[in-house]
C-alpha cells in the first residue's frame, strides 16, 4: 500500500478539488481518496510526499485510435468488435505515464457505421481482466469522411464467361 500525499487532487466524483490530499493506492488500485488530515495510515503504508503537485487518477480517454489504420472498407460494419482487434499485449507507457489508464476503443472513423467500440484499461495482469466492456456501443459517424466511402470491387469466384460477366465496381449505401 503507498500513500500519495498532493496539494491538490481531481477525483472526479466531485466539482471541487480536494486540498492536502491523501490518495491510497492497494495492489495498483485506488482504494481511498480523502484528505491528509483524515487519513489514518496503517504500519507498513509507504508514504510518497507530493506537496506542490497535482494528482488526477485514472484518466478515461474516449474514442482512441489505437487500433491503427485498419478499417473495414465496407462503410455498413455493424458486426466488427473494435476488441477483437486491440493488442493487450503492446506496450502503453507513454499513455501510462500521462495518467491514462482506461481507454474507449473504436473499430473506425472513415465509415458511415464502423462497429462496436469497446472500454479496456492499459495496464493488468490478463486481457480478462483489463476488459471493462466488450461492447460499449455502436458506433456511428456523421461526418464527412464517413460519406466519401470507396468503391468495392468483388471479382467473380470462377472464370468469366457469357454466363457470368465481369462486373464493374459497386458504390456504397453512403457514397454521393
Not at 482504494?31 to 507498513?44: D, H
Not at 503492446?90 to 505515464?97: G, K, P
Not at 472464370?159 to 456504397?172: D, G, K, N, Y
Amino acid at each position: 500500500t503507498t500513500v500519495y500525499l498532493a496539494d491538490v487532487l481531481f477525483s472526479g466524483a466531485g466539482d471541487r478539488p480536494i486540498k492536502r490530499a491523501a490518495l491510497v493506492v492497494q495492489g495498483g488500485s485506488v482504494v481511498e481518496v480523502t484528505t491528509q488530515n483524515k487519513l489514518k495510515p496503517e504500519a507498513g503504508w509507504k508514504i510518497e510526499s507530493l506537496p506542490s503537485a497535482t494528482i488526477i487518477p485514472g484518466l478515461v480517454i474516449a474514442e482512441t485510435g489505437l487500433l491503427g489504420s485498419g478499417e473495414e472498407e465496407r462503410t455498413l460494419s455493424p458486426e466488427i468488435r473494435a476488441i477483437d482487434g486491440f493488442d493487450f499485449f503492446r506496450e502503453y507507457d507513454d499513455l501510462l505515464a500521462a495518467g491514462i489508464t482506461t481507454v474507449q476503443i473504436s473499430a473506425g472513423k472513415n465509415r458511415l457505421i464502423p462497429g462496436q467500440t469497446a472500454v479496456v484499461k492499459l495496464a493488468g495482469d490478463d486481457p480478462v481482466s483489463r476488459t471493462v466492456a466488450e461492447v460499449e456501443s455502436l458506433r456511428v459517424q456523421l461526418t464527412q469522411s464517413a460519406f466519401a466511402t470507396p468503391t468495392i470491387y468483388e471479382p467473380p469466384v470462377a472464370a468469366v464467361s457469357v454466363e457470368r460477366p465481369l462486373v464493374a465496381t459497386s458504390f456504397q449505401v453512403a457514397s454521393d
